[in-house]
């Protein structure tokens, strides 16, 4: 056990989600400063540092590859709602589509599935978005779709893979 933590420049090799948010964790409390090169910049990063910041935390930059943290002696207690969990809303996306079915999810964050949105227009899904409401319509057959993920925000589909490429509905 640490008698005390103090803040540093901490350089991420990878932009990890949990490594980002353990550090903004530990060096919110932490004596001095400390900076996060290379950070997750996924949207659970900046509801972190929302969610941390209303509880008297001193952070800033989380969404872009460095965020600082200037320590804080205490933290108080908030009420605090978290965003909309974006993989949950796209895998439910992605399983209803796979089954030629329709659905309507509410209170999410539609910015948030900009890429899978735009892999299931192009499978063939008709989409209606509005504000934190989606409608996804299936086809009874999907098109085959390229897809290669990496870390957030930066997408490629440079590599294929077929998506759903067995499923053949008649």
């Known amino acids: 056990m640490a008698d005390k ?5 901490i350089h991420l090799d990878f932009p990890s989600v949990g490594a980002t948010e353990n550090i903004m964790l530990l060096s919110s409390l932490a004596e001095g400063e400390t900076k996060i090169i290379n950070a997750a910049q996924e949207p659970e990063i900046v509801d972190l540092q929302n969610f941390l910041n209303k509880m008297g935390a001193k952070i800033s930059g989380a969404g872009s590859n460095v965020i600082k943290i200037t320590g ?3 933290l108080k207690d908030v009420s605090y709602n978290i965003m909309p969990d974006r993989i949950e ?3 439910i996306l992605c399983a209803v589509a796979s089954t030629g079915g329709n659905i309507t999810l509410k209170k999410v964050v539609p ?3 900009t890429p899978v949105l735009h892999k299931l227009e192009e499978s063939g899904c008709i989409l209606d978005i509005k504000n934190d409401t989606i409608k996804l319509n299936a086809p009874k057959k999907l098109n085959n779709v390229e897809i290669k993920t990496m870390p957030y925000p ?10 759903c490429k067995h499923f053949n509905y008649s």
């Not at 933590?5 to 420049?9: A, E, M, S």
């Open 111 to 113: 910015e948030h599935l």
């Open 5 to 9: 933590i103090i803040g540093k420049d």
């Open 72 to 74: 804080v002696k205490n």
């Open 154 to 163: 930066r997408i490629s589909y440079r590599y294929a893979i077929s998506v």
């Open 89 to 91: 809303a796209g895998t």
